[in-house]
């Protein structure tokens, strides 16, 4: 398993893949990501030891939209409980199929739509400046004075759902949950905005 994981982290890499788009294409934390690109691929070499982390495999969902489209109607189901949101904010990549079905799910009750919007996170971004922001696409509906559900496939660390978190209180905007497919953490809050997963590991020792 983790030979196969080193062999696929250096093919991202050599399609030009950041680390944290690395991390996020093969489910793992920003550290294992690092880990694995500087691992060698001779399958003889014993690698290194790995950090502590759980590599996530949803590929059974992402081929299926009809698959991706019951998930979203439960991640959907389970935002409820903390109102009616204006717009639903998919944090790239993966958060986007989610949030794009949930959107649609998560209709008001005048029938108007809830509007889409796309969050660019700083881990994706190829320059290491240190004043880099991530950003909100310009392309989307733009979250001045709206509530917001924040939605992303893994939690791994929540320094992304913190920083989207940030990003749209800079904004003006309200998030009022967070929704994701699995907790690798097991937190139930991030800036005090209360996260709903689908599922949560937990590790034991």
């Known amino acids: 398993m983790k030979q196969d994981l080193i062999k696929k982290s250096h093919e991202l890499r050599k399609h030009g893949f950041t680390v944290g788009e690395i991390a996020d294409e093969l489910n793992v934390s920003m550290d294992t990501a690092r880990w694995l690109t500087m691992q060698k691929l001779d399958e003889k070499e014993k690698p290194a030891d790995a950090p502590v982390d759980f590599a996530i495999n949803w ?14 109607a439960a991640l959907s189901d389970m935002t409820l409980n903390h109102g009616q949101a204006d717009v639903i904010v998919g944090i790239a990549v993966s958060g986007i199929p989610f949030a794009t079905m949930m959107a649609d799910f998560l209709e008001t009750e005048e029938g108007c739509e809830t509007s889409l919007s796309v969050f660019h ?6 320059d290491d400046e240190k004043d880099q922001e991530g950003a909100i696409s310009q392309n989307f509906a733009q979250v001045k004075d709206k509530k917001v559900i924040i939605v992303d496939d893994v939690i791994t660390s929540g320094r992304t759902v913190k920083e989207v978190i940030n990003a ?17 953490v097991g937190i139930s809050e991030i800036e005090g905005v209360p996260v709903e997963s689908l599922i949560k590991v937990s590790r034991l020792g």
């Not at 590929?59 to 979203?72: C, E, P, Q």
């Not at 749209?168 to 690798?184: F, N, S, T, Y």
């Open 59 to 72: 590929n059974s969902l992402g081929g299926s939209s009809a698959r991706l489209r019951y998930v979203s």
């Open 121 to 126: 996170p700083i881990k994706h971004m190829k």
């Open 168 to 184: 749209l209180i800079d904004q003006g905007a309200e998030p009022i949950a967070v929704a994701v497919l699995i907790d690798k």
